[in-house]
Nanobody
Framework: QVQLVESGGGLVQAGGSLRLSCAVS????????MGWFRQAPGKERELVAA????????QYGDSVKGRFTISKNGAGNTVYLQMNSLKPEDTAVYYC??????????????WGQGTQVTVSS
């Protein structure tokens, strides 16, 4: 089992920045691709950003390219999502996820509980 705990959400004005963190614990003896998803009220969950275990390969949703950056710390037990130039449409609950490979990130094996991000206009 892998446990994921998100933090760093909150209320920010449009144009501002936030950094989300995802603490990874539990069975980390294997490598996992990591991703951030979000879900706004009345909308489907969407992939925001994902990275391979090594961190060389990343992918981003079209709506956040150039504004958001996914990264990991050296130990690999924390995943970050740096969010810049935030827009009201970025308002959502953000979830951290872990999958056996980047190719299957949308079918993640583990999910965090989510953290709310609200961007005011």
């Amino acid at each position: 089992q892998v446990q994921l705990v998100e933090s760093g959400g909150g209320l920010v004005q449009a144009g501002g920045s936030l950094r989300l963190s995802c603490a990874v614990s539990g069975r980390t003896d294997r490598s996992y691709a990591m991703g951030w998803f979000r879900q706004a009220p009345g909308k489907e969950r969407e992939l925001v950003a994902a990275t391979s275990w090594i961190g060389i390969t990343t992918q981003y949703g079209d709506s956040v390219k150039g504004r958001f950056t996914i990264s990991k710390n050296g130990a690999g037990n924390t995943v970050y999502l740096q969010m810049n130039s935030l827009k009201p449409e970025d308002t959502a609950v953000y979830y951290c996820a872990a999958a056996k490979s980047l190719a299957t990130i949308t079918l993640a094996d583990y999910w965090g509980q989510g953290t709310q991000v609200t961007v005011s206009s």
